[in-house]
């Protein structure tokens, strides 16, 4: 089974920056992609960020030019760096890893969340 643990998230006040992390553990063979996605009260979540295995990777239009998504393969770990945050941005913040097992098995995880507030 894989697992992730994120890490990074807090209350930070408008333009500042803040670093997410997630790590994966388990008996992984390879993470073929990363998201990270938001949830704002009220709102449906959404994509922020994904970086495929080879590091190609998109954005969310309101995130382009401030949020850059990263990876290290070695370490199963994927991160979000937030720079010029708005209170828009505030959210609980939740990385999603498209695993492969060394069984061969394809697995799909959540972690379990990480609260960003944005202060104005």
């Known amino acids: 089974q894989v697992r992730l643990v994120e890490s990074g998230g807090g209350l930070v006040q408008t333009g500042g920056s803040l670093r997410l992390s997630c790590a994966a553990s388990g008996s992984i063979f390879r993470i073929n992609a990363w998201g990270w996605y938001r949830q704002a009260p009220g709102k449906q979540r959404e994509l922020v960020a994904a970086?495929?295995?080879?590091?190609?990777?998109n954005y969310a239009d309101s995130v382009k030019g401030r949020f850059t998504i990263s990876r290290d393969n070695a370490e199963n770990t994927v991160y979000l760096q937030m720079n010029s945050l708005k209170p828009e941005d505030t959210a609980v913040y939740s990385c999603?890893?498209?695993?492969?097992?060394?069984?061969?098995?394809?697995?799909?995880?959540w972690g379990q969340g990480t609260q960003v507030t944005v202060s104005s």
């Open positions: 970086i495929t295995s080879t590091g190609s990777t």
């Open positions: 999603n890893g498209d695993a492969t097992l060394r069984t061969g098995v394809r697995q799909i995880r």
